[in-house]
């Protein structure tokens, strides 16, 4: 049996309910888990001696707004052993972005979960240490949710050179 | 949007160092961002006890300049010229993890022709990465000729991307279904002329460093890390081998055609600053045999997918076919569409592995792309690596984490 398979069939034997459903697409796999159960979710698929995903490869986040649930985050999980990647996806709604964190069983999951909370606001509970990672301290703001504007800046030439300069915050005195 | 004064106290960050620092008996140090060991704009903060480093708080951002939010505004294709600039170092493989990962959501087909370049390409990009990596680690640790020596041959290799795409380093030469165009008849010998002359380059550096006692003493049981924290901490890579682990995305997921080929993983045994010089220079000529594989064996045909819904036709086809003419406009305006799912493809970068997620949502831009670059997850290991080693140990561990802030920030 496929090494995929096995790790689907694991979990939803030890955790039924929290396996609302698995999408296969382009012949990966994601797992559908609910947030309070992804802690437990990753041990078990690392600390398991048939699964051993022991390599926490990325995580990150899907703005699906203005849908609901709004956000998901992604974790992508691979097992050097056995050589498969494995997806799991987190669905959270807007009102509710919190999701524990997996930094007890996957300590690299710091910065990544640092990175989704700068990027989406989405606060991961427990978390040793959530502060903006890549974005200024005191910006206001989530630059990769789908309502957070682009911005471009004007590009001047000599018929608006005047009227571009006006705007340009100078400094006063 | 509204700006609104936000305030950071002390308390926040308290956790971050060691009491003795708030009673004054530790000191802390700003090391960056504009410092030349730390390759790029990386901010160090120390909590130095003497000249030994008890904590290092690592604050990145600076070369933060939105890639990810930028191609979700272009299409496919637009895009694709934006991942060029995230890892400067390895420009062509960018293009290949990115390329990979339209080609898996889409379902696009490449020509062996174009599979083969592709991989000559990346593995030449792997050994210039390498370059940069060995000149600026040597040259921290004060072996200025070896930077020299370096620099000269890579730019033999930039040559060689400039014959085929125009461009030295933002080439953008792959393509999603293959490449821009064919390479040149003035390639081969190129890469022919590289091959031969580099195998003794190699020597060269290995006289300069391998044996040298003053090297020795400053990499030789530095920043020791064992396979199962390396694992843990998210190394990847030559960082990962070098600690035993037998883990290389060319041979374990082989994709773009690497199965097709020869070569050995080299593996560390001590997993510290030597081991993973050690093993980045074998590395380098494991690359030679693949590039040598790939060249020798170079099959001809189109280097273009001939599926006009996602590759644009020919020019030559544009003046007497009227459905070329409409696949040129359409591409051009619209881009194509991408089916709504999710892939994500994992790449090895000279740092480590590189991956792509990306989802689409039927529409001709990308939805959502996330590039998982080893710079960034390299970065978060280095206060593990770095305590209680000295300041002047710390420039060495910089070194032999290679990593590049641009592919850290994005």
Partial sequence: MDLVDRAVEILRGKMKDAIPAVETFRGETAVVVRPEAIAEACRLLRDDPRLRFDFLAALTAVDYWPDEPRFAVVYELYSIPHRVFLRLRVPLSSTAAEVPTIEGVYPNANWHEREVFDMFGITFVGHSDLRRVLMPFDWVGHPLRKDYPLGYEEVQFSFNHEEIDRKKPYAQE | ?410
């Fill in chain 2, 1 to 410: 949007m509204a700006f609104e004064q936000v305030e950071v106290t002390v308390d926040e960050l308290k956790h971050l160092v060691s009491n003795q620092a708030l009673e004054g008996e530790t000191m802390l140090l700003n090391m960056g961002p504009q410092h030349p060991s730390t390759h790029g704009v990386l901010r160090l903060l120390l909590e130095l006890d003497g000249e030994r480093v008890v904590n290092c708080i690592p604050d990145i951002g600076y070369l933060h300049t939105g890639i990810e939010k930028n191609m979700e505004a272009k299409t496919y294709l637009q895009a694709l010229v934006m991942t060029d600039r995230t890892d400067y170092l390895n420009t062509v493989g960018n293009n290949l993890v990115y390329c990979l990962a339209i080609e898996k959501l889409v379902e696009l087909d490449v020509p062996p022709r174009a599979l083969a370049i592709r991989v000559i390409l990346t593995e030449l990009t792997r050994i210039a990465s390498h370059l940069v990596w060995l000149a600026t680690h040597a040259l921290d640790l004060a072996a200025m000729s070896v930077f020299l020596y370096c620099f000269r041959e890579r730019e033999l290799i930039l040559d060689i991307l400039e014959i085929c795409s125009g461009q030295r380093m933002m080439t953008s030469y792959i393509r999603p279904g293959g490449l821009w165009r064919d390479v040149p008849a003035e390639f081969e010998p190129a890469v022919r002329q590289f091959l031969r002359l580099f195998p003794a380059r190699i020597q060269q550096y290995e006289r300069l460093l391998t044996k040298n006692p003053l090297f020795i003493d400053r990499t030789r049981k530095i920043a020791v890390i064992s396979g199962e924290d390396a694992i843990g901490w998210g190394l990847s890579g030559p960082s990962l081998r070098a600690s035993g682990v037998d883990w290389d995305l060319r041979k374990a997921v082989p994709y773009g055609g690497y199965d097709q080929y020869e070569f050995e993983v080299p593996l560390g045994a001590h997993g510290d600053v030597y081991d993973r010089y050690i093993v980045r220079m074998e590395e380098m000529r494991q690359s030679l045999r693949i590039v040598q594989q790939a060249l020798d064996r170079l099959p001809a045909g189109p280097v273009r997918s001939d599926n006009r819904k996602f590759v644009p036709p020919p020019r030559s086809e544009l003046a007497h076919s009227m459905e070329a003419l409409i696949h040129h406009f359409k591409l051009w305006t619209e881009g194509f569409p991408a089916p709504k799912g999710a892939v994500y493809v994992a790449a090895e970068s000279p740092r480590g592995e590189l991956g792509c997620y990306l989802e689409g949502d039927g529409g001709p831009r990308p939805y959502r792309v996330y590039f998982r670059t080893p710079s960034f997850a390299h970065l978060q290991a280095l206060p593990i690596l770095a305590k209680g080693h000295l300041v002047a140990d710390l420039v060495a561990i910089i070194g032999s984490l290679d990593i590049v802030l641009g592919d850290a920030d994005r």
